[in-house]
Nanobody, 123 residues
Framework: VQLQASGGGLVQPGGSLRLSCAASGRTFINYPVAWFRQAPGKEREFVATMTRSGTNIYYANSAKGRFTISRDNAKNTVYLQMNSLKPEDTAVYYC?????????????????WGQGTLVTVSS
């Protein structure tokens, strides 16, 4: 499985962005997926994850109520809709997938990673 993230950019506080993560490989539709982010000088942190069917979804507290993770298995694509963005959301955002078939927030559990897309929230 190869992942390609896109959709980052510069946005003003309070604005919105939608990140996309396109995957190759038929097995992708069977894998739980997630978004992580890494701000300058900080460790990578969990943002959101969902199971292959989308039945179970879990968000970091910082993302609850503002971000929405979704997937379109027919298109092999995962999305992260981000609303009400804040300067502290500035980071490189990474999509990830795991073959472990569990819902996890640990980066070490994810074996497949996209290259990252930069989101900058600034006026």
């Amino acid at each position: 499985v190869q992942l390609q993230a896109s959709g980052g950019g510069l946005v003003q506080p309070g604005g919105s962005l939608r990140l996309s993560c396109a995957a190759s490989g038929r097995t992708f539709i069977n894998y739980p997926v997630a978004w992580f982010r890494q701000a300058p000088g900080k460790e990578r942190e969990f943002v959101a994850t969902m199971t292959r069917s989308g039945t179970n979804i879990y968000y970091a507290n910082s993302a609850k109520g503002r971000f929405t993770i979704s997937r379109d298995n027919a298109k092999n694509t995962v999305y992260l809709q981000m609303n009400s963005l804040k300067p502290e959301d500035t980071a490189v955002y990474y999509c990830a997938a795991t073959s472990k078939m569990l819902l996890t927030t640990r980066a070490d559990d994810y074996g497949y990673w996209g290259q990252g897309t930069l989101v900058t929230v600034s006026s």
